[in-house]
């Protein structure tokens, strides 16, 4: 298990904020964050590249704060890969064995075997790793951390810099390690649906500073800041000041399910929670505005609609057969309509 | 379409610029290589004194690429890998050596020997002398060597990613063994070119060296006392001399640096 405490990294043109977090045994933890959000900055913090400013590192209770990167036993995996292009590919995977005693490195040779196996690297094992695809660097990339079987693996946007195909096929191959062996995951992207797939918890990074730590399905259904709404995909966020189970913003009124709690200030919904439609559907828990489509964005499988009702814009997604239904010519009267469950209140 | 029929007089422009540059530089190396007979050649190589100013400009020039190979590798790979307060400052004062006049290094460096400078009467007191021997030689021609070889280093090392070292460390290589495994096989062709173009600057250099060590002669001294005692006819074949061993210099320099791309 990995515990953070108190971490501060200040660099000249970016400081990562204090932060804490705590990682278990055998977790695949997620680090979500925009570009710049100082995601790979605290990877490498914890490898031992980059060194803190304040704070502790403990890993397995030890205190790793002051050790050298290879004292600590973390494992890291670059988006680009970052193969040694002098060595071959078997060459490349066992680079870690020697700095194990002659006892470990019997142990560690059957290991390797089965990786070998296991990732379908053994044709490629005495290939230079020139001319290589990408889905085949990163599981030798893989192969070549795990190798050393090390008490975390670090993996910084291990998805990002593959074809989809090589990307399902990496994906697929993390989940199915990550199962079998009993080694901790710490991963860092800024794909949610990838985390969502691959993780058990989450925190939400954004400019240096931790938004949110959670579960990612709680995450994903109950965001605790406007900037986690948006960034798990809830695309209307509004400012509301609130009364019993009524929301205002901008002078509108919407119904919610339940009283909100204390210090709230946003409502927020996803874009697939909004209805569009001619008629009238009133109903119990059904928010009703009178509005126009303002914008079409074609999405080829589905649309981006924007429907603007008073001084709100909604956004909204809807299928090809909804809009031919709809049969519209822009600008025409719709009804805007939002289900009150769907109202996440932050 | 047109400018395919009619190429632009920019083209000529450029075209013709470039083969006057050409000209310009091989026109008289070729002269000056063909002008002295096979005879003459012959008979100058035979000649003792050539033949020892030729060697000890490899000589000193040589020990002066070790010297910058030892001390500018550690000192390349910092500027290549740390971001410091004052680094523009500190990759200036590498260059300057490349900056200042040849003639005035020479005196720069007798400056500290003389036995006014403290420096100077350790040195004297160590049996050290600088002012006409070996020892000056290869001081002034570090001196002029050195920026070569850890620019040249330096972009090498700056070419090999820095993960590539992270992913080292962090498999249990330590910052030696990283060096030593990773970086080094992957910068060698760029330390060995620098090591290259130090010498073969140190070779070339006369104007330090003639305030530094009229005697014992180096190469570009021997062919300059050549020239004033009796003439261009007599200097010419120890330049062709020099000439050759640049020349072999340089081909080496192009071997590395080509199979280097490739392997790229």
Redesign the interface.
């Known amino acids: 298990m990995i515990e953070i405490k108190a971490m501060r990294i200040e660099l000249?043109g970016f400081a990562l904020k204090e932060l804490d977090l705590f990682i278990m045994d055998g977790e695949f933890f997620i680090l979500l964050g925009p570009t710049g959000s100082g995601k790979t900055l605290l990877l490498?913090a914890i490898?031992?590249?980059v060194p803190v400013t304040s704070g502790r590192i403990l890993l397995k209770g030890r205190d790793i704060t002051n050790l050298?990167?290879?004292q600590?036993?973390?494992?890291?995996?670059?988006q680009?890969y970052?193969l040694?292009?002098?060595l071959t590919v078997f060459e490349n995977i066992i680079?870690?064995l020697r700095?194990?005693n002659k006892r470990e490195q019997n142990a560690l040779k059957k290991w390797v075997e089965w990786l070998i196996n296991q990732l379908e690297l053994r044709p490629l094992a005495g290939r230079s790793i020139r001319y290589l695809s990408g889905g085949e660097k990163q599981r030798i990339a893989l192969a070549?951390?795990l190798a050393?079987k090390?008490s975390l693996l670090l993996l910084d946007e291990p998805l990002s810099a593959l074809d989809q195909n090589f990307r399902e096929e990496i994906r697929e191959l993390l989940k199915m390690l990550h199962k079998e062996m009993k080694i901790t995951f710490l991963m860092v992207t800024h794909d949610f649906s990838e985390a969502l797939f691959l993780g058990d918890r989450t925190a939400i990074l954004n400019r240096g500073e931790i938004e949110q730590i959670g579960a990612l399905s709680e995450v994903f259904t109950r965001p605790e800041t406007p900037f986690t709404a948006n960034f798990v995909g809830m695309k209307n966020i509004f400012q509301a000041t609130f009364k019993g189970k009524k929301a205002r913003t901008n002078g509108m009124e919407l119904n919610l399910d339940s009283p909100p709690g204390k210090n709230r200030g946003y409502i927020a919904f996803r874009a697939e929670d909004v209805l569009i439609n001619k008629e009238d559907m009133t109903g119990d828990g059904r928010n009703v505005f009178q509005g126009k489509i303002s914008d079409i964005i074609d999405r080829g499988p589905y649309y981006d609609v924007a429907a603007t009702s008073g001084k709100l814009m909604f956004k909204a997604v809807l299928s090809k057969s909804d809009l031919v239904q709809l049969g519209l010519p822009a600008k025409k009267e719709v009804r805007i309509i939002i289900p009150s469950s769907a109202i996440h209140v932050l | 379409m047109k400018a395919g029929r009619h190429p632009d007089p920019f083209l000529w422009l450029t075209v013709f610029c470039s083969l006057s540059v050409v000209i310009f530089i091989l026109f008289p190396l070729t002269e000056m290589i063909f002008q002295p007979s096979l005879q003459d050649l012959k008979e100058t190589i035979c000649d003792r004194d050539v033949l020892r100013s030729i060697w000890l400009s490899i000589f000193t020039s040589g020990i002066a690429a070790i010297i910058s190979f030892i001390f500018g590798t550690p000192f390349a790979y910092l500027l290549a890998r740390k971001d410091f307060f004052g680094k523009k400052l500190v990759e200036s004062i590498i260059d300057l050596p490349v900056m200042i006049p040849h003639p005035v290094v020479g005196i720069a460096i007798l400056g500290l020997a003389g036995k006014n400078h403290w420096l100077g009467h350790i040195m004297s007191n160590l049996g050290i002398r600088v002012m006409g021997t070996v020892t000056g030689i290869v001081i002034v021609l570090t001196f002029v060597g050195m920026p070569f070889y850890i620019n040249t280093a330096k972009a090498g090392f700056e070419a090999v990613p820095v993960r590539l070292e992270n992913v080292a460390r962090s498999l249990g290589a330590s910052f030696t063994g990283t060096f030593l495994r990773v970086t080094l096989p992957l910068a060698w062709r760029s330390m060995l070119a620098g090591i290259i173009m130090c010498c073969a600057r140190a070779i070339s250099e006369f104007g330090a060296v003639i305030i530094v060590a009229y005697h014992p002669m180096v190469a570009p001294v021997m062919i300059y006392e050549r020239f004033t005692a009796y003439g261009l006819k007599y200097s010419q074949p120890v330049a062709v001399w020099l000439i050759m061993v640049s020349l072999i210099l340089f081909l080496l320099l192009r071997v590395v640096s080509i199979s280097g791309k490739e392997q790229a």
Do not use: C, K, L, Q
């Open positions: 000249s490498e490898a031992g590249i050298t990167p290879e600590r036993n973390i494992g890291i995996m670059y680009d970052a040694f292009p002098h680079f870690g700095y194990h070549r951390a050393v090390p």
